[in-house]
């Protein structure tokens, strides 16, 4: 056969040639509408299998197929009923397309296109809506997944029923073209991206409508990542939507649903009494994949050296009297120390030499086990467990390790930190939900330090305690809320709460939600009063959303119910209902206008995914075997030189003290004499080397502030609790020294 178009690895051509990326955000939510275009330049009829990403808690909720001049839109049915039916209409000659969820992550998708005839082109086209989460700096993130790596499976599971194949990024044999749409009632400040964009364009003068282009020559070897930032981010609102004319009244998609978004902000004088206790356990990823470069630029950090860096700083950071452990996994897990032990001194020494004898070498990520552990230790009283879990997400059994994490969610909280390109959002954000924490991605260009530092300082507020939701609604009017129950409050962070509406109510009516909360014994309330109006033009997005909601907490229920052909029963209901994609059911198009029988058995094509680690075979990966065999070919980082910060870092005491010696004074770029001679006489060579690092940190690394503040704090405890009477010449001394001009006060004196 001569073949001709683009090739895969294996010389066979790939009848996918372009997608197309429409985005629409309206203030915190997103519209998806994703076209791909195929074409059939064999000589014989073929059906192409694409296995590709999507967000984890996007709602799909619309797929087509458009064939010449006709266009197909699918059902939604029961996922047997539809792969039966599109197998039928395949051996019975007839065109057919299907898209279904993956059973083992809800953010990997299949799609189907049965029966393309020689010559013949098809666009097909999936739409979803998905939240947009809130970052450290008030910016909006928005994620297409561009990039697939290979998840790893346990070795006692079951083959996957997706098979993933993948090229490198440099071979991927289709085009991609993306354009965003920002709409808010606040000005749109900016869009940043991982990746090369046009410039932003204004589309009204108020600057409240926005759009932007990724710029031509996109390479897969990244997900498109944007952070939209709006001008007064963040205030609570109130959307109410209409229900679906067609749909029958009293049911989610009939009735009004109401989508609130709430920012509790926290008392200050709260805010800044940290927790003096708790026991910290660090679960950190050393699968063979993790010693890949942490991002695309010449300096080759790989991400097992960045998460070793942030878990100095974490165990520097920690405070006096508490408890911690470190685990690592792999194909197999391994933990520091037996059980959590109190930290002091000793142990973080212990624990920081263990750390950097740790390497990438333990095989596949094998992530549930090691959890298993965790969570048969048994809890130490009056020191709440707080789980750290860095990953790069290349995990296939995800809901089982998301129901693990939901079933010991009553005896700690779970953040997670999903590392490099294609971590899964369905992993990383879902344990975190579950776990009550917080999720953070480091992706590009990012630091990980300031992420994993944000969600410690969150670790280590005090815990919201007794979190109600109450309404107060005009007579007559009632309400059911879809979500789950708010069970933990982040300062700065938000809440959604989906609610149905039933009853009948005058379009001037007003509403109100209440949230209560008790926050280090002090009981809070916020309250926001909103609209019964509909919203203009808003679609079903609302619906689509809170139905995504309810559907993956029926699939949660599934997942730990006797009865769960029963709850199995209501997810299809409700998938069929709303529209919107589930687990246990699929989209599918058979194309029954095409009176011409499709001749010959079906070349069978899969579509290859962009892969960031492999170089040069595609592959399918199945297998721990095979998973294994492909990490130990990655090519070894090189190692960067130590960042000054985190050589300053690494010098001090448990206690928060640094002592004065030659190592301190390198760090300092002094020479050990310079600094000898500075000290005032009255100081102890503590007290003078403690407040020399404090000057340093506060003179030269202001913008990586996030990352030292902690260990800062714990440094002026330390100071304060001496009673030292020379810290202000200590202070004047070591400015001249530093050729700084820091204020005590600013130093926390």
């Avoid at 009494?273 to 679960?283: K, N, P, T």
Wanted: charged residues 20%; hydrophobic residues 40%.
């Amino acid at each position: 056969m001569d073949c001709c178009g683009l090739l895969t690895l294996q010389k066979e051509p790939v009848p996918l040639k372009s997608i197309e990326v429409e985005l629409e955000v309206r203030d915190h939510v997103a519209t998806v509408v994703s076209t791909l275009n195929y074409e059939n330049k064999e000589d014989k009829p073929l059906e192409a299998v694409f296995v590709f990403p999507l967000p984890g808690d996007a709602a799909v909720c619309h797929f087509s197929a458009q064939i010449g001049q006709t266009q197909i839109v699918a059902e939604v049915k029961e996922k047997q009923k539809a792969r039966e039916e599109y197998d039928d209409a395949l051996s019975s000659g007839q065109q057919a397309f299907l898209l279904e969820e993956s059973d083992e992550s809800p953010d990997i998708f299949s799609l189907r296109v049965g029966s393309l005839p020689p010559g013949e082109s098809a666009s097909i086209r999936l739409e979803y809506v998905t939240e947009l989460a809130v970052q450290a700096d008030d910016g909006l993130r928005f994620c297409l997944p561009g990039v697939l790596n290979p998840r790893y499976q346990p070795q006692d599971s079951e083959d996957p029923l997706f098979q993933v194949t993948s090229v490198p990024a440099s071979l991927v044999p289709y085009s991609l073209s993306f354009s965003a749409r920002v709409s808010s009632p606040r000005p749109v400040s900016k869009v940043e991206s991982n990746c090369s964009l046009d410039p932003l364009q204004y589309l009204n003068t108020d600057q409240t409508q926005a759009t932007v282009k990724l710029a031509t020559g996109h390479k897969f070897d990244r997900d498109v990542e944007l952070l939209i930032y709006y001008k007064d981010a963040h205030q609570p609102t109130a959307v109410v939507e209409a229900g679906q004319a067609s749909a029958e009244p009293g049911s989610l998609m009939g009735d009004p649903v109401v989508m609130v978004s709430l920012y509790p902000e926290f008392p200050q004088s709260v805010m800044s009494s940290m927790a003096s206790c708790g026991e910290f356990v660090f679960l950190m990823d050393r699968s063979g994949s993790m010693d890949c470069a942490t991002n695309n630029t010449e300096q080759k950090e790989t991400r097992i050296s960045s998460a070793k860096d942030t878990l100095l700083l974490l165990l520097k950071s920690l405070p006096m009297g508490c408890y911690f452990n470190i685990y690592s996994f792999g194909s197999s897990y391994e933990h520091i120390f037996p059980k959590s032990v109190e930290y002091g001194e000793k142990t973080m020494e212990e624990a920081l030499k263990k750390v950097e004898q740790m390497k990438a070498d333990l095989g596949g990520t094998e992530i549930l086990e090691s959890l298993k552990h965790i969570y048969s230790q048994p809890c130490i009283p009056t020191q709440p467990r707080q789980l750290f879990v860095f990953t790069d997400g290349e995990v296939g059994n995800t809901k089982e390790v998301i129901n693990l994490v939901k079933k010991n969610s009553g005896s700690h909280r779970c953040f997670s930190f999903g590392i490099g390109e294609g971590a899964s959002s369905a992993l990383i954000n879902g344990m975190a939900k579950e776990g009550g924490g917080h999720a953070q991605f480091i992706t590009g260009t990012d630091r990980m330090q300031p992420k994993v530092m944000q969600s410690l300082h969150f670790s280590l507020q005090p815990a919201v305690e007794d979190v109600s939701v109450t309404w107060d609604l005009p007579k007559g009017s009632t309400i059911t809320v879809l979500s789950p129950p708010i069970t933990s409050l982040f300062q700065g962070q938000r809440s959604l709460i989906y609610a149905q509406l039933t009853g009948q109510s005058s379009e001037a009516a007003e509403g109100c939600v209440t949230l209560k909360y008790s926050l280090a014994g002090h009981p809070s309330e916020n309250q926001l009063h909103f609209s019964l109006r509909p919203a203009a033009d808003s679609g079903l997005i609302v619906h689509r959303l809170a139905a995504r909601t309810l559907i993956c907490l029926l699939e949660m229920e599934a997942e730990n119910n006797q009865e769960k052909e029963e709850v199995k029963k209501k997810v299809v209901q409700l998938s069929v209902q709303s529209g919107v994609s589930s687990s246990f059911t699929a989209f599918i198009v058979v194309n029954s206008d095409n009176n011409k029988e499709i001749q010959g058995p079906l070349l069978h094509r899969d579509i290859p995914m962009p892969d960031v680690y492999r170089s040069c075979t595609s592959f399918v990966c199945d297998s721990a075997a095979m998973f294994e065999e492909i990490e130990a070919e990655f090519p070894p980082a090189k190692k960067p030189l130590r960042d000054p910060l985190l050589q300053l870092v690494s010098l001090q005491k448990a206690s928060g003290c640094w002592l004065l010696d030659p190592a301190l004074a390198a760090a300092l770029r002094k020479t050990n004499e310079e600094v000898e001679k500075s000290k005032p006489e009255k100081a102890s060579s503590e007290v003078w080397a403690t407040i020399l690092a404090l000057i340093w940190l506060h003179g030269f690394k202001m913008d990586a502030k996030d990352e030292w503040e902690l260990l800062a704090a714990k440094a002026v405890s330390w100071l304060s609790a001496q009673k030292a009477p020379s810290v202000t010449e200590c202070v004047e001394a070591g400015n001249i020294l530093l050729g700084c001009s820091v204020q005590k006060t600013a130093l926390g004196l």
